[in-house]
């Protein structure tokens, strides 16, 4: 039997509904993963022999398969006190660049896929309170159109910065983002802290297979 992930994030969210940091939320999910599937093994920050510079957040091995897992968590500023647990999140910002890399993310599990004989498929995550993500821009022309995550979306194809990006903008990130499959853009509500505008989270998921 192999990993269902949606299940995995459905044991997650009756668990916790809020993480401190990219790193809280890595370990967390990776946690539930061995606790849901006790065979599987689990690699935190992998590294592929063959990608030096490659770093995978999560890599399940289940039957001498790969399962890679790319994780992204952007965040407003907010602030709450649960069960006497305080947490204080950053406004992370630069939303263009969050949406940009979400997108190289699935880039790099395709690049697996062709390059790891042992992929049997992979999985991109991208946690969120800022609504901005889940929306299409309000400018048709803004420099990060084509990488724009609005809820209904497919991402396919060859995507570039629009002619407004600036070099500061695409500095480390000037490369075109290419991708061979299609990928559905559809968020899901994962908790409800408050009615700010910050209290609630989205989570997107896309498969690669």
Known sequence: MGLNLY????????????????????????????ELYPEAQIRLEFC???????????LVLMDDR??????????KAYW???DGELFSLKNHAAQDLGRYDYLRDLQRLEYLKENAPLFEEGYTVFLTNDQSYTKNPRDPDCAYKEFALGDGATKTGVMRWGE???????KYRE???SLKGAYNINWQPFSNLDDSSAGSFFILVNRVK
Do not use: C, H
């Not at 299940?7 to 946690?31: C, G």
């Not at 592929?48 to 999560?58: E, G, K, Q, T």
């Open 80 to 82: 709450k006190v649960i």
């Open 175 to 177: 490369e075109p983002i």
């Open 66 to 75: 790969w399962i890679p897992i790319e994780l992204k968590y952007k965040t």
């Open 48 to 58: 592929p022999d063959f990608a030096p510079s490659m770093r995978v957040d999560i």
């Open 164 to 170: 407004r990006a600036s070099a500061g903008t695409m």
């Open 7 to 34: 299940t995995v994030i459905e044991r997650l969210k009756s668990k916790r509904k809020i993480f401190v940091s990219e790193a809280d939320f890595q370990l967390e999910l990776a946690w539930n993963i061995r």
